[in-house]
Protein backbone atom coordinates (compact mmCIF):
# COMPACT_ATOMS: atom_id res chain seq x y z
CA UNK A 1 0.00 0.00 0.00
CA UNK A 2 2.91 2.36 0.88
CA UNK A 3 4.68 1.41 -2.51
CA UNK A 4 1.47 2.49 -4.46
CA UNK A 5 0.79 5.58 -2.87
CA UNK A 6 4.37 6.72 -3.28
CA UNK A 7 4.16 5.89 -6.73
CA UNK A 8 1.28 7.96 -6.99
CA UNK A 9 2.75 10.48 -5.39
CA UNK A 10 5.64 10.33 -7.50
CA UNK A 11 3.63 10.20 -11.01
CA UNK A 12 1.72 13.58 -9.67
CA UNK A 13 4.95 14.87 -9.11
CA UNK A 14 6.41 14.44 -12.42
CA UNK A 15 2.62 15.60 -14.31
CA UNK A 16 2.72 18.71 -12.46
CA UNK A 17 6.57 19.51 -13.01
CA UNK A 18 6.38 18.30 -16.79
CA UNK A 19 3.32 21.28 -16.93
CA UNK A 20 5.09 24.29 -18.38
CA UNK A 21 4.01 27.48 -16.93
CA UNK A 22 5.16 29.07 -19.95
CA UNK A 23 3.38 32.74 -20.39
CA UNK A 24 1.42 33.71 -23.38
CA UNK A 25 3.55 35.60 -25.62
CA UNK A 26 3.01 36.93 -29.33
CA UNK A 27 3.89 39.94 -31.77
CA UNK A 28 7.07 40.97 -32.29
CA UNK A 29 9.67 43.62 -31.70
CA UNK A 30 13.15 44.37 -32.28
CA UNK A 31 13.27 47.64 -29.81
CA UNK A 32 16.27 45.21 -27.56
CA UNK A 33 19.56 46.56 -27.14
CA UNK A 34 21.07 42.92 -28.06
CA UNK A 35 19.19 43.27 -31.51
CA UNK A 36 17.09 40.32 -30.57
CA UNK A 37 13.88 40.07 -32.15
CA UNK A 38 11.34 39.18 -29.27
CA UNK A 39 7.84 38.57 -28.47
CA UNK A 40 5.72 40.37 -25.95
CA UNK A 41 5.00 39.17 -22.56
CA UNK A 42 2.92 40.56 -19.79
CA UNK A 43 4.18 42.61 -17.81
CA UNK A 44 3.96 43.15 -13.41
CA UNK A 45 1.25 44.06 -11.76
CA UNK A 46 4.73 46.33 -9.79
CA UNK A 47 5.11 48.34 -12.92
CA UNK A 48 1.45 49.02 -13.40
CA UNK A 49 1.59 50.13 -10.10
CA UNK A 50 4.17 52.47 -10.56
CA UNK A 51 2.31 54.14 -13.41
CA UNK A 52 -0.95 54.91 -11.24
CA UNK A 53 0.87 56.02 -8.28
CA UNK A 54 2.60 58.37 -10.66
CA UNK A 55 -0.63 59.31 -11.76
CA UNK A 56 -1.54 59.78 -8.36
CA UNK A 57 1.49 62.16 -7.55
CA UNK A 58 0.89 64.21 -10.45
CA UNK A 59 -2.86 65.08 -9.18
CA UNK A 60 -1.67 65.45 -6.20
CA UNK A 61 0.72 68.00 -7.73
CA UNK A 62 3.21 66.21 -5.05
CA UNK A 63 6.72 66.87 -7.41
CA UNK A 64 8.40 65.37 -4.77
CA UNK A 65 6.29 61.78 -4.34
CA UNK A 66 6.79 62.14 -8.03
CA UNK A 67 10.75 61.94 -8.01
CA UNK A 68 10.73 58.75 -6.26
CA UNK A 69 9.01 57.23 -9.36
CA UNK A 70 11.60 58.67 -11.78
CA UNK A 71 14.95 57.30 -12.27
CA UNK A 72 17.89 60.02 -12.14
CA UNK A 73 18.38 59.85 -15.52
CA UNK A 74 14.75 59.75 -16.58
CA UNK A 75 14.53 60.99 -20.58
CA UNK A 76 10.38 62.81 -20.48
CA UNK A 77 9.58 63.85 -24.08
CA UNK A 78 6.69 65.93 -24.25
CA UNK A 79 3.57 65.63 -26.93
CA UNK A 80 5.22 68.43 -28.89
CA UNK A 81 8.64 66.95 -29.13
CA UNK A 82 9.99 68.74 -25.73
CA UNK A 83 12.57 66.86 -24.37
CA UNK A 84 12.71 67.31 -20.30
CA UNK A 85 14.74 65.48 -17.00
CA UNK A 86 13.46 65.16 -13.94
CA UNK A 87 14.58 68.84 -12.86
CA UNK A 88 13.18 69.93 -16.03
CA UNK A 89 9.82 68.66 -16.12
CA UNK A 90 8.83 69.13 -12.65
CA UNK A 91 10.02 72.95 -12.44
CA UNK A 92 7.62 72.59 -16.27
CA UNK A 93 4.53 71.27 -13.89
CA UNK A 94 4.68 74.01 -11.75
CA UNK A 95 5.08 76.68 -14.02
CA UNK A 96 1.88 75.18 -15.69
CA UNK A 97 -0.28 75.14 -12.28
CA UNK A 98 1.24 78.75 -12.01
CA UNK A 99 -0.53 79.59 -15.54
CA UNK A 100 -3.79 77.29 -14.75
CA UNK A 101 -3.71 79.14 -11.44
CA UNK A 102 -3.97 82.76 -13.30
CA UNK A 103 -6.47 81.84 -15.68
CA UNK A 104 -8.43 80.10 -13.05
CA UNK A 105 -8.68 77.11 -15.64
CA UNK A 106 -8.71 73.93 -14.63
CA UNK A 107 -6.88 70.50 -16.04
CA UNK A 108 -8.08 67.24 -15.42
CA UNK A 109 -7.79 63.64 -16.77
CA UNK A 110 -8.63 60.34 -16.03
CA UNK A 111 -6.69 56.81 -17.06
CA UNK A 112 -8.94 54.67 -18.57
CA UNK A 113 -5.96 51.51 -18.76
CA UNK A 114 -2.60 50.83 -17.68
CA UNK A 115 -0.92 47.53 -18.97
CA UNK A 116 2.48 46.63 -18.79
CA UNK A 117 4.32 44.09 -21.36
CA UNK A 118 7.90 42.85 -21.41
CA UNK A 119 9.67 41.71 -23.93
CA UNK A 120 12.31 39.30 -21.89
CA UNK A 121 11.33 38.98 -18.15
CA UNK A 122 15.22 37.87 -17.73
CA UNK A 123 16.65 40.97 -18.26
CA UNK A 124 14.54 43.32 -16.14
CA UNK A 125 12.39 46.55 -17.88
CA UNK A 126 8.68 46.92 -18.53
CA UNK A 127 7.24 48.97 -21.40
CA UNK A 128 3.88 50.17 -19.39
CA UNK A 129 0.80 51.77 -21.18
CA UNK A 130 -1.60 54.40 -20.00
CA UNK A 131 -4.56 55.57 -21.90
CA UNK A 132 -6.20 59.12 -20.81
CA UNK A 133 -8.40 61.01 -21.07
CA UNK A 134 -7.58 64.96 -20.62
CA UNK A 135 -9.98 68.43 -20.47
CA UNK A 136 -8.83 71.76 -20.24
CA UNK A 137 -11.60 74.38 -19.21
CA UNK A 138 -10.86 78.53 -18.11
CA UNK A 139 -13.83 81.17 -19.36
CA UNK A 140 -12.91 80.93 -23.09
CA UNK A 141 -14.28 77.03 -23.04
CA UNK A 142 -12.72 73.93 -23.31
CA UNK A 143 -10.11 71.40 -24.65
CA UNK A 144 -10.40 67.86 -24.65
CA UNK A 145 -8.26 64.99 -25.75
CA UNK A 146 -6.91 61.24 -25.07
CA UNK A 147 -3.25 60.84 -24.46
CA UNK A 148 -0.99 57.89 -23.79
CA UNK A 149 1.51 57.60 -21.94
CA UNK A 150 4.49 55.19 -22.44
CA UNK A 151 6.75 54.83 -19.61
CA UNK A 152 9.98 52.09 -19.60
CA UNK A 153 10.30 51.08 -15.83
CA UNK A 154 13.22 49.06 -14.47
CA UNK A 155 13.14 48.45 -10.99
CA UNK A 156 9.95 50.80 -10.20
CA UNK A 157 11.66 53.72 -11.64
CA UNK A 158 10.74 55.31 -15.14
CA UNK A 159 14.07 55.29 -17.03
CA UNK A 160 12.08 57.20 -20.01
CA UNK A 161 8.16 58.61 -20.55
CA UNK A 162 7.14 59.49 -24.05
CA UNK A 163 3.47 60.94 -24.30
CA UNK A 164 0.99 61.14 -27.53
CA UNK A 165 -2.00 62.90 -27.63
CA UNK A 166 -4.75 63.61 -30.25
CA UNK A 167 -7.11 66.05 -29.83
CA UNK A 168 -10.89 65.31 -29.72
CA UNK A 169 -12.30 67.72 -32.65
CA UNK A 170 -16.31 68.88 -30.77
CA UNK A 171 -18.41 68.95 -34.12
CA UNK A 172 -20.27 71.08 -32.71
CA UNK A 173 -18.16 73.65 -32.66
CA UNK A 174 -15.28 73.28 -35.44
Not at 86 to 108: C, F, K, P, Q, V
Not at 142 to 159: L, P, Q
Request: charged share 25%.
Amino acid sequence: MKKTNFSILFLGFIILASCQMNQKSVGISNWSDDGKVYKWQLGSESAVDVAANLDKAMKEKDYTLLRNFLSDTVKITSSNGTKYNADSYIERRIEIDSILESRNATLNWEYSNIFSVDLDPTRGGEHVHVNYSGKYEDDNGADTWNSINRYYVIDGKVVWWDTFTQDIIDTETE
